[in-house]
């Protein structure tokens, strides 16, 4: 009787030990089984952009911030946009303020001033988080697919991924590092198509 009720205590312990696994939640859920092209953007005007509308392309994801230290690499990336968006290449920014408010516009009015004080003309989004529980999901995949020097998290503005033709993250770029530097990269990847 005794081995029966310690049997049957050491299988209820397991049920309840699994449940408590089960239901717990992180901050950030990936899904790292689904590819690039199933997630999707709003434009900051609020229409929604499905990766899959890229498909084929070569893509350079950036979270970029309008009154940060590394806000003149708008105009490397906006050189890279000129220079092969009829090769293949579509640069996307992502407007995100998580740090220090450097990217304190609205979705309203970011488009405007990353134009008129920027010379921006690629593609941007509203403006959304890269870290913690209300992360883009896009950006949840990204981080579990490459992760940083220092981890996974996105550590300041202007982290950059290089996506194949495929939509297989290819390379994560650090903040400091200035889109000319990996230039090389690109083409390597607008040649694998």
């Known amino acids: 009787m005794k081995k029966t009720y310690v049997i049957v205590s050491a299988i209820a312990l397991s049920f309840a030990l ?11 859920t990936a899904r790292p089984d689904l590819g690039i092209y199933e997630y999707s953007f709003n434009t900051p005007k609020g229409e929604l952009i499905k990766m899959d509308a890229f498909r084929g392309k070569t893509i350079l994801i950036v979270n970029t911030a309008t009154q940060c230290g590394l806000t003149p690499q708008f105009a490397g990336l906006e050189k890279l ?3 092969y968006k009829d090769k293949g290449l579509v640069v996307i920014g992502f407007p995100c303020n998580q740090f ?7 979705n309203e009015t970011v488009e405007a001033v990353c134009l008129k004080e920027h010379g921006v003309t690629f593609q941007l989004t509203e403006k959304i988080d ?19 020097k220092l981890g996974k998290d996105i ?6 991924f290089l ?9 994560r770029f650090s ?11 690109i083409i390597a990847a607008l040649e694998k198509k």
Do not use: C, M
Request: proline share 8%.
């Open 81 to 83: 946009h000129k220079k």
């Open 100 to 106: 220090r408010n450097q990217s304190p516009e609205s």
């Open 155 to 160: 550590k300041w503005n202007f982290t950059k």
């Open 130 to 148: 890269v870290n913690g529980e209300n992360a883009h999901p896009l950006y949840v995949y990204l981080k579990n697919q490459l992760r940083g």
């Open 163 to 171: 996506i194949s033709s495929s939509g297989k993250p290819l390379k």
């Open 175 to 185: 903040p400091k590092t200035k889109p000319e530097s990996f230039e090389d990269d």
């Open 18 to 28: 699994l449940f408590v696994i089960t239901s717990f939640k992180t901050t950030e």
